[in-house]
């Protein structure tokens, strides 16, 4: 058993876009134990693709494609593949009607190109797509089951998980599974993780344990196998204990799970809520709160005070401690805090205050300083300076801010107990 | 000339790793006008290997490989090569020596298995490496160069610039070299603009023009040629000129310039001021402007207001309005964008209330229903109604809806004279 991923779109191998979707593929395969021997890339060109196609069906036994199914003249998967299957195209009523309603649910007239989505080569079955227009393609051609989705990637997931899936099960039933696992820390960098956790990463160890870095966020990727799910985690388990239990304080979430879902289970174990004042960050705190599902009854909501008028006037700032000691200072986080705590009714209020650059930086206050401010029900404010480096660009000192001031009122909450 | 970029790694195609390698590679290469038709990427497996070698030495004119240099068992690249050029592998004298002058150079003894780095396919010329152990290798085998380099992208990226890109001048300069450029448009579906420019995206049509969307946003991709870079920029000139003309209404932005960046020039150029009340994207449309350097003099900043006592008390909203139509209402939408004008002192109120999902939705107020409100100076406020559709993800609706907004603002403005 073989599986070969194709991805399609000139922007890929121009190289002006990344492809995702491939390694996407390669993970959601290998946890049923198919194993991926290659990735193809490759433009939008239909020679290039039929010869793809046929090099695919040749070696192996699986081929899943990404992309080509738009309703544009450079997508081209579906004429390839009828080209390769030595049938023709003819249009599915099924499809059709599946893109009819999608644009009328959408209040949105059909335009009449979006009538050759609907075409599929004979004998190829539909694969729905309940998210976006483009229907998918399942079809055996020779030896091989080849399935086509979108190349986008929030359309190729769903459709893969709902659709393509539980399909596979047939296939997934010879071979090993291979199992993978993120567990994420926040709070410290990559290299004092890795002195803490040199017997886990050493090579050669079973399961592997790998480290990466992203966003500050420090993620351990545990990879097990065994000959049925149940036997990789079963081989996967003590080493996640043993990660658990060593950097407790530090972890934020496992698989996607970062600082602010974290957060969010803290928010609702204690039944606590929270508010945010936010200048530097601009509105991103309260974005990866509300990144979340769930959260209204956590978050009541925050106030981006960009101006100094509005910090006064929204957050209730004294306009003599802008003067006296500037926007970007602990004191104005302090103060923020207390307001927006106040104002919203929060158990917690937070706030972010500094300078993200590139330009506003002065030798007192460089591009990277922000102070963060935590207000409590005692009726306490704490603040915290950050210096993230006058070299790093906006969106990297804004991420870092918000993260730990996230992070912060997460710890907070950790220390009291459940409602 | 055609290149074809490989990747060798079982980590990539398990989809533990990703390949960013090929992506750089490929930017790299059409800044010398050579133009990549694909990429592969595939494990360490010997027979895997030499058939893929075989079937880019079939097909592209200029291959290049990253990784499998290294000196364990897994490391095939070196043996694949010599078993399709038909020769030997034999030991190099100055590759031995580089590897063991940079083992001494890190103080560190070299262990024996370095030795096979040493190793050659007989008619290879070395690539000298001067951050890490293994050397590449340059090689013509049939009608094809074929070169390999080290997968570590660091070790691969100071190769190909110190190394390998000189010696591509001889393609480079015999080539052809490639310009890309993004035209980005909002406010209308891919199929839409799909039918406004069947003449522009006809196959076989110079320059070259595709359309992707991402995130709603839709994006024109020219690729034009020339002899120069000069020649290759008169190239696509006059088709940018189309398409800025034609489109005008619709383009927010060149390259990665998207509808933030297009409203943060119109505030400039109108000199005005935004204040963003919202509900559903609970941050996002603020920190999308925010996301923009410069921004603070356009931006006073804005309210996340998730409860309804928010929206009364730092909007203004009238309970009454929130009792009778409920917070996700044109009718509330107008309250908060009149709201946040008059608190921020803005000249334009931006509004935002929906239903965000996955779990809210009625089946009169559906996940995906959302209103838009803009607020102006003469007083007048205006609302839009969106139906993202109940079967998108959170993160989609939100994103639509804040770009949606964003885009709105922008519009409005473009009307304005300049300040």
């Known amino acids: 058993m073989k599986a070969e991923i194709i991805a399609i779109g000139s922007e890929l191998v121009s190289g002006q876009s990344l492809d995702t979707n491939s390694q996407w593929l390669s993970r959601e395969l290998s946890t049923l134990g198919i194993p991926v021997h290659f990735h193809t890339t490759l433009g939008d060109d239909l020679d290039e693709n039929v010869a793809a196609f046929r090099i695919a069906i040749a070696r192996a036994d699986l081929i899943l494609v990404s992309g080509g199914l738009g309703p544009t003249q450079d997508d081209l998967t579906r004429e390839a593949l009828a080209l390769v299957a030595g049938v023709p195209l003819v249009e599915k009523a099924e499809a059709l009607e599946a893109i009819t309603a999608m644009f009328a649910r959408r209040s949105r007239p059909m335009a009449e190109r979006n009538r050759v989505q609907a075409l599929f080569p004979v004998g190829a079955e539909m694969v729905p797509n309940r998210v976006g227009t483009a229907p998918g393609i399942w079809m055996k051609v020779a030896n091989a089951v080849v399935t086509c989705l979108p190349g986008v990637p929030s359309e190729l997931r769903t459709m893969y998980e709902e659709q393509v899936r539980p399909r596979l099960n047939q296939f997934a039933t010879s071979g090993r599974v291979i199992l993978h696992h993120k567990i994420n820390l926040f709070g410290k960098g990559e290299s004092d993780v890795e002195a803490a956790a040199l017997d886990l990463t050493a090579r050669g160890r079973i399961p592997e344990v790998g480290i990466t870095a992203h966003d500050a966020t420090i993620s351990f990727r545990i990879s097990a196998e065994g000959a049925t799910e149940e036997e990789a985690r079963l081989a996967m388990e003590p080493t996640l204990t043993l990660i658990r239990e060593r950097f407790i304080e530090l972890i934020v979430g496992e698989g996607t799970g970062d600082v602010a879902e974290a957060l969010l289970a803290q928010l609702v174990r ?51 401690l802008l003067t006296t000691y500037g926007a970007v200072s602990a004191e104005v986080a302090e103060a923020m805090a207390i307001g927006v705590r106040e104002r919203f009714h929060a158990t917690l209020g937070l706030s972010v205050t500094g300078v993200a650059g590139p330009t506003g930086g002065t030798p007192e206050k460089p591009v990277g300083l922000v102070f963060l401010g ?46």
């Open 374 to 419: 935590l207000a409590t029900p005692d009726g306490r404010v704490q603040t915290r300076r950050l210096e993230i480096g006058p070299e790093q660009p906006r969106e990297i000192i804004q991420r870092r801010s918000a993260k730990h001031v996230l992070n912060w009122a997460r710890l907070a909450l950790l220390a009291l107990p459940s409602k």
């Open 270 to 320: 204690t039944g606590s809520t929270l508010a945010t004042a936010e200048s530097c960050t601009g509105g991103l705190v309260a974005q990866m709160i509300t990144a979340q599902p769930g959260v209204s009854d956590y978050f009541p909501g925050g106030v981006v005070s960009y101006a100094n008028q509005a910090k006064q006037e929204l957050l209730g700032v004294p306009a003599s």
